[in-house]
């Protein structure tokens, strides 16, 4: 029996890195209790769980704090290494490539989607965000045909790493779309990935975790939006 | 600190232009690297991401081909091939094969070489995953944070300052009574994580104007520890070396 005591997720419906953590706890079919926070007014538990960075997504295993989502997945992932799929290969080499992938997609897709969202004050840095997520995801649509060797994901027949730390943002993808109109992974463009969106949406693990209600995210945009205008009068 | 083995006029430079392709890293090689290939290290002198490796292979007594690029001239096609996606060193080629990312190449070694000593506890799930967690922390905070030290002035500078002494003191309450980071596991990857920045802890004391030994002499304490330690003096370049090269930095971008 791997990893005893109880699991509790800290998180946030729309956060890109609490739907990763959810998708792999589904993957391996480990019940867990979900604790929505209202990041207008941060629990006790979460703010004594993380204290450097006070966020979520926040993994209590018998009551012991994980944080970081990355760091999450892999510890879910070595603790519950028996239970269902792996979410990282076994080849060393394959797993630094993983790794690579996941890294560049939290920084170059992460810190675009960070400033189109919520920290653009112009549509000017608005669009260049929008431009930077576009030339990062058809990058990885080049990485997606070299990882999958033809398959499904990127972790090739089954999701893997770099599946749930991109496939995280997608209920936010959807959200962008139609805040200007097209879409950031526009099926003319990146074929491969346009494809993988629908498998991963479609997949077991992503239901009820991935968002598809682009309205929902935008009004919760919107509340956040307000909230921190609010607080920095 | 004594000065390591590589000084910048020993080295030869990297500069490559053979026009042998390595693969491109994220394909697939059917043949697994077997622990008799040869290892090169793309790096440049004063990266404290290289050094990272640097100690890491030393701790591991891995034998390995040092390769310098020189940034300040260009970069080599080899490196460009080998991490065409950030063109950054270093890169570990193992094999033929690349491997990016400062802490993904630690991450690799300690996988790759299951019976070299461990950067990493290798079976306290928990103990990694805080080792991870801290080990991102320095990545996140200490080199932009230095960094605004010294190219910034004024108010900026003095938010950096504060940033800076922060983070100091964070890591200082993590590092607590251990001898290093790791713990049980003595020596491990956040202090190869963090061991680099030592030499630019002085730096960043005279750019910002306080001293590690008031604000959180734990690390100060630590930095005398682990500078000890053979790998890392022996990867690591004397402080002033690093002054003058961020005066040199200053110099390129144009920064009074």
């Known amino acids: 029996m791997a990893g005893s005591g109880e699991l509790k997720l800290l998180g946030v419906w729309t956060s890109p890195y609490v739907i990763r953590v959810r998708v792999v706890l589904n993957l391996k079919s480990l019940p867990y209790e979900y604790v929505e926070e209202n990041l207008g007014s941060k629990s006790a538990l979460l703010l004594g769980s993380n204290p450097v960075h006070k966020s979520v997504p926040v993994l209590l295993h018998g009551g012991r704090p994980v944080n970081e989502s990355q760091v999450i997945v892999q510890y879910i992932d070595e603790v519950w290494a028996g239970t269902g799929p792996s979410v990282l290969p076994a080849d060393p080499y394959e797993r630094a490539v993983a790794r690579f992938w996941a890294a560049y997609v939290d920084d170059k897709v992460g810190s675009a989607w960070q400033v189109m969202l919520f920290t653009c004050k112009t549509e000017e840095e608005r669009a260049e965000a929008v431009s930077r997520a576009v030339a990062a995801l058809e990058t990885l649509e080049g990485a997606l045909a070299d990882c999958s060797g033809g398959k499904a994901f990127f972790g090739g027949e089954s999701i893997g790493f770099v599946d749930v730390v991109l496939g995280g943002y997608l209920g936010w993808f959807g959200a962008v779309d139609k805040m200007i109109g097209r879409r950031l992974i526009d099926p003319a463009r990146m074929p491969l990935l346009a494809k993988w969106e629908e498998r991963f949406r479609a997949a077991e693990a992503a239901k009820g975790v991935v968002p598809d209600d682009a309205d929902k995210m935008l009004e919760f945009l919107r509340t956040l939006l307000a909230w921190s205008a609010s607080k920095s009068k | ?256």
């Open chain 2, 1 to 256: 600190m004594p000065t390591p083995i590589h000084t910048p006029s020993t080295l030869h430079s990297g500069r490559h232009t053979t026009a042998t392709l390595t693969p491109n890293p994220t394909s697939s090689n059917p043949t697994m690297a077997s622990t008799d290939q040869q290892l090169v290290l793309l790096d440049f002198w004063v990266s404290p991401f290289g050094q990272r490796v640097r100690i890491a292979l030393a701790e591991k007594s891995l034998p390995y081909e040092y390769v310098e690029e020189d940034l300040l001239a260009g970069k080599s096609d080899r490196l460009l091939s080998s991490n065409p996606v950030h063109k950054k060193i270093p890169v570990l080629l193992h094999g033929d094969r690349p491997v990016n990312e400062s802490l993904i190449i630690l991450q690799y070694l300690d996988e790759a070489f299951p019976d070299a000593p461990s950067l990493l506890p290798p079976s306290d799930p928990y103990a990694r995953a805080q080792a991870r967690f801290w080990a991102d922390y320095v990545d996140k905070k200490v080199y932009d944070c230095g960094s605004r030290l010294w190219k910034l002035k004024g108010e900026p500078q003095l938010q950096a300052r504060a940033e800076m002494v922060e983070i100091l003191k964070t890591l200082e309450a993590e590092l607590g009574e251990k001898e290093f980071f790791g713990g049980e596991h003595g020596f491990g990857f956040v202090d190869a994580a963090l061991a680099p920045f030592s030499a630019w802890l002085p730096s960043y004391e005279r750019y910002g104007e306080f001293k590690v030994a008031e604000v959180a002499p734990g690390i100060a304490a630590w930095v005398e520890r682990v500078g000890k330690r053979d790998s890392v003096a022996k990867s690591l370049y004397a402080p002033d070396k690093v002054y003058d090269f961020i005066g040199v930095l200053k110099k390129k971008y144009g920064i009074e």
